[in-house]
Protein backbone atom coordinates (compact mmCIF):
# COMPACT_ATOMS: atom_id res chain seq x y z
CA UNK A 1 0.00 0.00 0.00
CA UNK A 2 1.30 3.18 -0.92
CA UNK A 3 1.09 5.51 1.91
CA UNK A 4 2.66 8.74 0.11
CA UNK A 5 -1.11 8.88 -1.57
CA UNK A 6 -2.01 10.31 1.82
CA UNK A 7 0.41 13.14 2.23
CA UNK A 8 -2.14 15.82 2.77
CA UNK A 9 -3.80 13.91 5.73
CA UNK A 10 0.22 14.09 7.27
CA UNK A 11 0.05 17.70 6.53
CA UNK A 12 -3.61 18.21 7.98
CA UNK A 13 -2.48 17.20 11.42
CA UNK A 14 0.51 19.41 11.57
CA UNK A 15 -1.56 22.12 11.22
CA UNK A 16 -3.99 20.76 14.01
CA UNK A 17 -0.44 20.27 16.03
CA UNK A 18 1.13 23.89 15.39
CA UNK A 19 -2.12 25.04 15.66
CA UNK A 20 -2.81 23.39 19.67
CA UNK A 21 0.76 23.64 20.32
CA UNK A 22 0.71 27.34 20.07
CA UNK A 23 -2.54 28.30 22.04
CA UNK A 24 -2.76 27.19 25.98
CA UNK A 25 -6.22 26.14 27.52
CA UNK A 26 -5.86 29.50 29.30
CA UNK A 27 -5.51 31.01 25.56
CA UNK A 28 -7.99 29.42 23.88
CA UNK A 29 -10.47 30.28 27.22
CA UNK A 30 -9.82 33.97 27.11
CA UNK A 31 -10.00 33.67 23.27
CA UNK A 32 -13.58 32.62 23.50
CA UNK A 33 -14.19 35.43 26.14
CA UNK A 34 -13.12 37.99 24.59
CA UNK A 35 -14.67 37.10 21.26
CA UNK A 36 -18.35 36.75 22.34
CA UNK A 37 -18.08 39.45 24.28
CA UNK A 38 -15.83 42.35 22.96
CA UNK A 39 -15.36 43.56 19.86
CA UNK A 40 -11.81 41.69 18.89
CA UNK A 41 -12.10 40.22 15.58
CA UNK A 42 -10.10 36.98 14.26
CA UNK A 43 -7.28 39.67 13.27
CA UNK A 44 -6.94 41.47 16.55
CA UNK A 45 -7.01 38.17 18.63
CA UNK A 46 -4.27 36.88 15.97
CA UNK A 47 -1.65 39.64 16.67
CA UNK A 48 -2.20 39.37 20.01
CA UNK A 49 -1.76 35.78 20.45
CA UNK A 50 0.83 35.85 17.93
CA UNK A 51 -0.54 32.96 15.27
CA UNK A 52 -2.49 33.52 12.73
CA UNK A 53 -5.88 34.74 11.36
CA UNK A 54 -6.62 31.31 9.97
CA UNK A 55 -5.32 29.72 13.41
CA UNK A 56 -7.86 31.97 15.65
CA UNK A 57 -11.13 31.43 12.91
CA UNK A 58 -10.38 27.65 12.85
CA UNK A 59 -10.39 27.18 16.27
CA UNK A 60 -13.28 29.53 16.92
CA UNK A 61 -15.41 27.41 14.34
CA UNK A 62 -14.69 24.02 15.62
CA UNK A 63 -15.12 25.21 19.43
CA UNK A 64 -18.40 27.32 19.12
CA UNK A 65 -21.44 26.10 18.49
CA UNK A 66 -22.46 26.71 14.80
CA UNK A 67 -25.24 28.98 15.10
CA UNK A 68 -23.22 31.03 17.75
CA UNK A 69 -20.17 30.97 15.35
CA UNK A 70 -22.38 32.48 12.46
CA UNK A 71 -23.71 34.78 14.53
CA UNK A 72 -21.16 36.52 16.23
CA UNK A 73 -19.40 36.49 12.80
CA UNK A 74 -22.22 38.58 11.16
CA UNK A 75 -22.20 41.20 14.23
CA UNK A 76 -18.37 41.75 13.76
CA UNK A 77 -18.91 42.21 10.42
CA UNK A 78 -21.31 44.58 10.54
CA UNK A 79 -19.23 46.66 13.01
CA UNK A 80 -16.91 47.19 10.61
Same mark, same amino acid.
Given at each position: @???????? /???? =?? %????????????? =??? %??? /?? @????????? /??????????? %?? @??????????????????? =????
Amino acid at each position: @RNYHQFWW /LDRL =RG %IWSMTVKKLTAAD =RAE %ILD /LY @RNTGETTST /LADRYGVSNST %IS @RFLKVTLPEDEYETLISAK =RAAR
